[in-house]
């Protein structure tokens, strides 16, 4: 299993993005800029939803806070 490698704020973002971008995408963009604006709204959804991202695992980056471990 994937391990969690992004904080709340991080998530939000990620899902808000990937809405907004998902909604142009669809919506109100044309052309090959729409399908852009869908690849990356699908692709902050997912990552905002799951709390992993790919790219954070390989530059060893991590927002997710440590001080609220559950002991």
Do not use: W
């Not at 995408?25 to 905002?48: A, E, P, R, Y």
């Not at 991202?53 to 060893?60: D, F, K, R, V």
């Amino acid at each position: 299993m994937l391990k969690s490698n992004e904080g709340n704020v991080d998530r939000l973002i990620r899902n808000v993005f990937g809405v907004l971008s998902l909604f142009l995408g669809i919506f109100i963009l044309k052309d090959t800029i729409s399908i852009i604006f869908i690849i990356l709204g699908f692709v902050g959804l997912i990552t905002g939803l799951t709390g992993f991202c790919g790219l954070y695992a390989l530059l060893g980056i991590n927002t997710k806070s440590k001080d609220k471990k559950i002991k």
